[in-house]
């Protein structure tokens, strides 16, 4: 910085007034003192003349010499007060010009006006472009502001106030208006008159520009949807604006001053946060979704975006974070999806979830070795309910159509609607391709009863299926697909309300299988079952010991069928249980009856079949029949297939302990052709060891077979097993038996399975040994 110049003689300079009187004091005290001297020295008047000149001319030396030197002074105190000036004139320029302000001035005695070059500058103007006219600014001002800088001027030109500021557009070069503010001050001389203006002009544009960033970053930050968190660099709160208030629950004084942390939902873990916060001091910045919890304790999704700002120095000085509640997005999202694989009345599946299940279920099936069905139907007569009835009708009953469809099925299976009153079922994991026939019967059933739509108005409809089974009719969906809806149009070809498999033979079967099944519940309640015997032999002695159960059912039109017919079915249906309770009391009952007729004590072996075995409470039902007909449990056999046993090797030893305690025997049923396993034999508390026909079959002519029937009888005879052969047809049969040991047999060659009466008569026949 300059240092102003520093006045060297600090004296004050000798006014013009005094210099003339010190001049004239000097002049005249010499002329007369040197007069009077020069007279008192000569009186040689010539002489004194000569002394007079010379006294004049000392005279003007000194007068001389002291002017010079006064002039001097004068001069050197002038030159200093200019540079002094000069010295404040720059650096009042200086500071102008860094205050990028243009300066002016108006003289009203001179009627002089000068503008510093800014001042024309910041209109786009040149310096010598423009006259020094006091008159200029009205021409240049915007007219909207000519009247208050008028109003202004002349309150300060009437001493309203000393200084005055005002706002005013003017005109730059181009034709645009510059924000200006004018800044002045008024001089009076003694009077109080005005001599002199001088101010400043500051253009506002780029402050006003910041004032309009600022008012727009303001209002976007009250406005805006988006929560903001603006935190110092410490990450503690400094401000939130409404939405975050609107968003989180929590209101500005209840964050403020804290880490935002409290905001977090758990489900991130602390891995999670170090790599967003080391992504914001490597990149400034991290963009992600986040989960956080609203001050109610909700956990939400949302899309959050961190910068870190910094100062000049480098410094962090806030952190912002912006984030948009996604939650509804996400809903519509979750929405979207469901309307792409749902239809939009029903909200059941449509084609392309239905496809994408199938594409999953086939997976499954083949893994599995299962089947899988697939079930299209139309319903009938809907096309006369929707033009009759009116569409909002139509659409009503297909709301309960899917309605009583989903009702019907099991979760793991799928109903669709594709299109109109189309729809389709799979079911997945079915054990027979009957098994889809019998879920189509139910629900031509059901959906054959009547309607009741919202209006009140009962209709009555009724349905098609055609039904195609993997791996039978296809291993696609898109053959499946097809075979179903080619099963649809022969179903309503054939009459309508039926189902359909893609192929005939199927249909039969499944019709069969249903159809014995519904008469198999009625035989079961009308007492169309019977109870044949067939006799069980001693084979050392000839004698009839006993006899095996085995069921029948005449059927009034049918009459006699054979178990091999039904009992699948029962099985497949539960109705085993009935069935087996049904032939266990019965039996029971007749051996009774025998024995209060006095007839020789028999054994009488029932079949127990594996689900009834597993699935009913077999011991308590065998002590309840026991107990009801009072049969001797010691005469009754139980007769288990090995499937049945292998099946839950500890519950079946609970079991079969649970029926021996009873007191019944056991036998086990077939044996040799499943497992045959020595452990279960030594496991199981088993009395009789019963040699599969298919052994029998093949004795005398095939050796293999008498081998391993020759080895059942002597490992059973070994463990403690009384063994029975069963399905001798043959007295060869019989002599090789003799011969190994077997101690009983069954088989046509005494007798085929025969009703209670005509087994009576052969034990009443066969008293004496054969
Ligand atoms: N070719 C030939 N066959 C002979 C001979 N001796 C006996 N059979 C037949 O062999 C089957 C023996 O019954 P199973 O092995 O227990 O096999 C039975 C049994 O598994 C099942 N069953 C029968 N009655 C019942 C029952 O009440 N409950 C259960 N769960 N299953 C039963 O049905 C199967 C078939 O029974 P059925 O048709 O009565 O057929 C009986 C019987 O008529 C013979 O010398 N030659």
């Not at 758990?266 to 170090?274: A, E, S, V």
């Amino acid at each position: 910085m300059n240092k102003p110049p520093v006045r060297a003689d600090k004296r004050r300079a000798p006014t013009p007034a005094g210099i003339v009187l010190l001049y004239a004091l000097f002049a005249a005290i010499w002329i007369w003192s040197s007069d009077r001297v020069l007279g008192f020295l000569f009186s040689n008047a010539a002489d004194f003349e000569s002394a007079s000149t010379l006294k004049g001319m000392f005279f003007i030396a000194v007068t001389s010499l002291l002017l010079y030197l006064l002039i001097r002074r004068w001069q050197a105190s002038l030159q200093q007060a200019l540079a002094v000036s000069t010295h404040y004139r720059e650096r009042l320029e200086r500071v102008l010009r860094g205050s990028s302000d243009g300066w002016w001035d108006w003289n009203f005695e001179s009627g002089e006006a000068f503008y510093s070059p800014r001042c024309w500058e910041m209109l786009g103007y040149a310096p010598d472009e423009m006259p020094s006219d006091t008159r200029l600014w009205h021409r240049l001002m915007h007219p909207d502001d000519v009247a208050a800088a008028k109003r202004g001027f002349q309150d300060a030109m009437a001493n309203a106030t000393q200084g005055f500021s005002i706002e005013v557009r003017l005109r730059h070069k181009d034709g645009h208006y510059v924000p200006v503010l004018s800044r002045y001050m008024v001089q009076r001389n003694a009077d109080g008159a005005a001599i002199l203006v001088s101010g400043t002009n500051t253009d506002l544009t780029e402050r006003n520009r910041a004032e309009e960033r600022l008012r727009q970053a303001a209002a976007v930050f009250e406005t805006t949807r988006e929560g903001v968190i603006v935190t110092d660099g410490e990450r503690r709160i400094a401000m939130v604006n409404p939405a975050f208030t609107t968003i989180t629950g929590y209101a500005e004084d209840e964050v403020k001053g804290r880490r935002p942390d409290f905001l977090r939902s758990g489900r991130h873990d602390n891995d999670f946060y170090r790599q967003m916060w080391s992504s914001v001091g490597t990149a400034g910045h991290w963009q992600g979704e986040i989960w956080n919890r609203r001050k109610n304790g909700e956990i939400y999704p949302q899309l959050l975006s961190i910068s870190e700002v910094r100062n000049d120095a480098g410094t962090v000085t806030n952190y912002v974070g912006v984030f948009a509640d996604i939650s509804r997005l996400r809903a519509s999202e979750t929405q979207l999806d469901f309307l792409a694989h749902h239809d939009a009345l029903t909200h059941l599946p449509n084609r392309l979830l239905l496809v994408s299940h199938m594409e999953h279920g086939l997976r499954a099936a083949q893994r599995d070795g299962a089947r899988v069905a697939l079930m299209m139907l139309d319903l009938d007569r809907f096309k006369d309910i929707n033009d009759s009835l009116g569409h909002s009708a139509g659409d009503a009953l297909l709301k309960q159509v899917a309605g009583r469809l989903s009702g019907r099925l099991r979760g793991m299976d799928t109903v669709a609607r594709l299109g109109g009153d189309e729809f389709a079922i799979l079911l997945t994991q079915i054990a027979h391709p009957e098994d889809a026939a019998l879920v189509a019967n139910d629900i031509i059933a059901s959906l054959g009863q009547p309607w009741t739509l919202p209006n009140g108005v009962e209709v009555r409809t009724g349905t098609s299926i055609g039904i195609s089974i993997y791996p039978d009719h296809g291993t696609t969906t898109h053959d499946l697909l097809q075979h179903a809806d080619a099963a649809l149009y022969r179903a309503k070809q054939e009459g309508r309300g039926c189902f359909r498999y893609f192929t005939q033979n199927l249909t039969y079967a499944a019709r069969e299988r249903i159809d014995l099944e519904a008469r198999l519940h009625r035989a079961v309640e009308q007492d169309e079952l019977r109870v044949y015997f067939q006799p069980q032999v001693d084979i050392a002695t000839g004698r009839i010991v006993g006899a095996e159960a085995l069921v029948r059912w005449l059927d009034p039109k049918e009459g006699l069928i054979p178990p091999s017919r039904f009992i699948p079915v029962a099985e497949s249906t539960g109705l085993i249980a009935d069935v087996g309770e049904w032939v266990l009391r019965h039996t029971c009952l007749q051996g009774k009856k025998w024995i209060d007729a006095g007839l020789p004590p028999l054994t009488l072996a029932v079949n127990i079949s594996p689900r009834q075995f597993l699935r009913s409470d077999i011991g308590d039902t065998v002590a309840r029949i026991l107990q009801e007909t009072g049969f001797p449990p010691t005469c009754l056999e139980l007769e288990l297939t090995e499937s049945a046993l292998m099946e839950r090797e500890q519950d079946v030893v609970t079991l079969l302990n649970r029926l021996r305690d009873i007191g019944v025997r056991l036998a086990i049923d077939d044996f040799g052709t499943g497992y045959s396993s020595l452990t279960y034999l030594k496991r199981f508390p088993l009395d009789v060891l019963k040699i599969d026909k298919g052994f029998i079959d093949g004795i005398p002519h095939r050796k293999d077979d008498g081998a391993i029937a020759a080895a059942i009888v002597a490992m059973g005879q070994t463990l403690g097993f009384k063994v029975l052969a069963e399905g001798v047809e043959h007295e060869g049969q019989l002599a090789f038996l003799q011969s190994t040991g077997c101690n009983m047999y069954q088989g046509f060659l005494r007798s085929p399975p025969v009703p209670a009466d005509t087994f009576r008569e052969l034990l009443v026949h066969a008293h004496a040994p054969v």
